[in-house]
């Protein structure tokens, strides 16, 4: 495992560098100015203009400006346009709360996935796994921002229960409990939606891979010998067909990542994913190239994890 290990670590640093140059020509070369206000503002001096050009390495040619850009992302040195601090000083106090709301999608993600698949394949071709299957294609193909927004109207306007933020302000909490209670309420419904397409694909994997397996011999056999129906089902056939899930994580980060952009946004939650979406609207080069590779080596290791992980779970798997 070992040779495939480092082969695949040099192939993702090579795809890392390939990402961070294509991103930073699509953030650089995007049409308007990253100081928008220096230019609408007729006492900002020429002079100032062109020191402000100068700290952000704007003055230079695009292949200096990249290396410059990600010599001071490694060096810690890369500053935001928009308050002058670290950028990695400000992703590292958005990264604990993105960090939270992507693993509890992808733990509900998994977990109901794996439930409602197991459930379908029991019941394959009867009402239940029809009315299920519509339901699914249902909830990959409705948007993630339009579920979000009907949640907020429904919620806040029909029953008065905040959601946004990460917590309920206003409100006097009598002790740790509710107001624990309460964080974990403003975590577990933007996680709800961010999961629920991660959920439909899921399970859809996990019967396809079930009625696969419930096909083989060796179930067959088990069945004929006398062995119960229950026992075959979960100790044999659900132990080969959990592959899916494992894999699928690999495929969920991205797809995570990107909709807690919109999922972040809408739920006015303090994560990576609103502030990439400020930074858009800020023209914050700096914070958009940081955030960029960051969030591109996320998803090269969790790839990488996945496939490991499909190895450990399935011996017949080697990785060669």
């Not at 308007?32 to 006492?43: D, I, Q, T, V």
């Not at 899921?202 to 006398?226: F, P």
Request: aromatic letters at 10%.
């Amino acid at each position: 495992m070992l040779p495939y290990l480092v082969r695949r670590s040099v192939i993702g640093v090579f795809l890392l560098f390939c990402f961070s140059v294509v991103s930073f020509l699509m953030i650089t070369l995007a049409p308007g100015s990253p100081y928008p206000w220096g230019e609408l503002n007729p006492k900002i001096t020429p002079q100032v203009r062109e020191m402000f050009r100068k700290k952000f390495h704007l003055d230079r040619p695009l292949h200096e400006q990249y290396w410059l850009n990600m010599r001071d992302l490694f060096t810690g040195r890369l500053r935001s346009i928009k308050d002058d601090r670290p950028v990695l000083e400000r992703i590292a106090e958005r990264l604990p709360a993105t960090m939270i709301l992507n693993i509890a999608a992808i733990a509900l993600s998994l977990s109901f996935g794996l439930w409602i698949g197991i459930a379908c394949a029991r019941r394959a071709g009867q009402p239940f796994d029809s009315a299920v299957s519509v339901g699914v294609f249902v909830f990959i193909a409705i948007p993630t921002f339009w579920i979000a927004n009907l949640a907020i109207i429904w919620l806040v306007k029909g029953a008065g229960i905040p959601v946004l933020g990460t917590q309920s302000f206003g409100i006097a909490f009598p002790g740790p409990v509710s107001e624990g209670l309460d964080r974990i309420w403003h975590v577990l419904l933007p996680a709800s939606i961010l999961a629920l397409g991660g959920i439909a694909v899921q399970s859809r994997y996990v019967r396809a891979s079930m009625l696969e397996t419930l096909r083989e011999n060796y179930i067959r056999t088990a069945m004929a010998k006398g062995l119960d129906g229950e026992a075959v089902f979960y100790k044999h056939a659900l132990r080969n067909s959990i592959r899916p899930l494992v894999t699928g994580i690999g495929g969920l980060l991205p797809a995570l990542i990107g909709g807690s952009v919109i999922v972040e946004t809408i739920f006015a939650y303090p994560g990576m994913g609103r502030m990439g979406y400020e930074a858009v609207l800020e023209r914050d080069y700096p914070m958009l190239v940081a955030l960029n590779f960051i969030v591109a080596a996320l998803v090269l290791a969790g790839n990488l994890v996945s496939d490991v992980l499909y190895a450990v779970v399935d011996p017949r798997v080697r990785l060669e």
